[in-house]
Structures are given as C-alpha cells and as structure tokens.
C-alpha cells in the first residue's frame, strides 16, 4: 500500500514549517493593511483632519516636554472626548499651528460661557503662552507604548501598505501552491493504491 510515510519525511516538515509561517503572517500583516488603508483613505477623504482607528489616535513624541510621564519617541493613542468631560490633570494633545503638542490642562478658564484651557508640559518650567480652545483639541491622552513611535510612523507611510500588500500575495500565492502539491500527493497516493488493489486482486 502507498502510504504517507513513504513520503520524504523532509518535505512533509517543510510544509507544516511553511504552513505555520503563512498563519502567522496572515495574524500580522492582514490587521497592520486594515489599520494602514483606513488611515490612508481617512487622509484622503479629510486631508486636513488627523485620521482615527475606532475613534483612537496616534502621535509620535518628538519633545522632552512631558518627560517622565511621556518619553520621547513613544507612540501615544488618543481618544475624542465630549468638552463636559475634560478636567484639569487630563493630558491632551491639541493642535499648535502647524503641529500636535500633548501637554496637561492645569487649569480650565471660562469666560462668557466659553471654556480655555491652560496647558503645560510636566518637564516644563512654565505653562504654555496660549489657552487651547476645544476645537484644537484632537483627544484626551489613554496609553503610551514606549519607545513604538518609529514604528507607528513606518505603518503610516503608503510606502509599507504597498509593501505589506505584496507580501501577503507572495504568501497566499505559496500557499495555494502548496496546497496544489498536496492534492497531487493524494491524487498521486489514490491511484497508486488503486492500481496496488487490482494486482492484488
């Protein structure tokens, strides 16, 4: 009889080795393409709005200014918080001109029915010259992963979506090749003991 040990034992492994690299890869890559196309179709849809993942989102840490709650070259996630929630000792980051600066509120000044708010950085000196009004807010402050900010800024290029997107074809094109292999195996092992069967017979 054609059994499966007959076959190169080597090449078996081969293929469990290779079977199990495609599902980690698949783990990986295919949650990184959906968060990396969701922000390059939100910065194409709003180009002048920092895009969200689920209404999170993220900046990289370039300044020394809220050393040592928030080191610099952490990735830090934001979340959109409604104005009535924002208290004083909530770490926010808010727009600043052309760039995103995430400073503490140290206090909240309301005039005529309109809140400001004062910021400062923890490793700062002094608070910052302007009040930031809720419309620069881009969100409050949830968690950091440390030292992760290249990172996050290497899944926000276009240039790792394209690059992502190939490896991921490369690997389902292995795998369905495998997978050809395989059903040539059994074809290959049916008609053998098929013949085997009428010899015997």
Same mark, same amino acid.
């Given at each position: *009889? ?18 199990a690299i495609s599902i ?30 689920f209404g999170i989102k993220?900046? #990289?840490? #370039?300044?020394?200014? *809220?050393?040592?709650?928030? *080191?610099?070259?952490? =990735? ?7 104005? !009535? ?21 140290? !206090?909240? #000044? ?13 490793n700062n000196k002094k =608070? ?35 690059? %992502?997107?190939?490896?991921?074809? %490369?690997?389902? =094109? ?5 997978? &050809?292999? &395989? ?19």
């Amino acid at each position: *009889m054609y059994r499966l040990k007959d076959f190169d034992k080597s090449s078996k492994n081969m293929h469990i080795m290779l079977r199990a690299i495609s599902i980690m890869i698949y783990i990986i890559i295919v949650p990184i393409i959906i968060f990396n196309i969701t922000l390059v179709v939100k910065s194409c849809l709003n180009p002048n709005e920092t895009p969200t993942f689920f209404g999170i989102k993220s900046f #990289v840490i #370039v300044s020394k200014s *809220m050393e040592p709650t928030i *080191m610099t070259g952490d =990735a830090i996630f934001v979340k959109q918080i409604s104005e !009535e929630n924002l208290k004083v000792d909530d770490i926010i980051s808010f727009e600043d001109g052309d760039s995103v600066n995430t400073h503490r509120i140290v !206090e909240i #000044v309301e005039n005529n029915g309109t809140k400001r708010y004062r910021t400062k950085g923890d490793n700062n000196k002094k =608070a910052d010259r302007d009040l930031v009004k809720y419309s620069q807010i881009e969100g409050k402050y949830e968690f950091r992963i440390k030292g992760f900010g290249k990172f996050i800024e290497i899944l926000k290029n276009k240039i790792t979506l394209v690059i %992502l997107l190939i490896i991921l074809v %490369l690997v389902s =094109a292995m795998q369905v090749r495998l997978n &050809k292999k &395989k059903l040539e195996r059994k074809e290959k092992r049916y008609k053998y003991n098929l013949e085997h069967r009428k010899k015997v017979l």
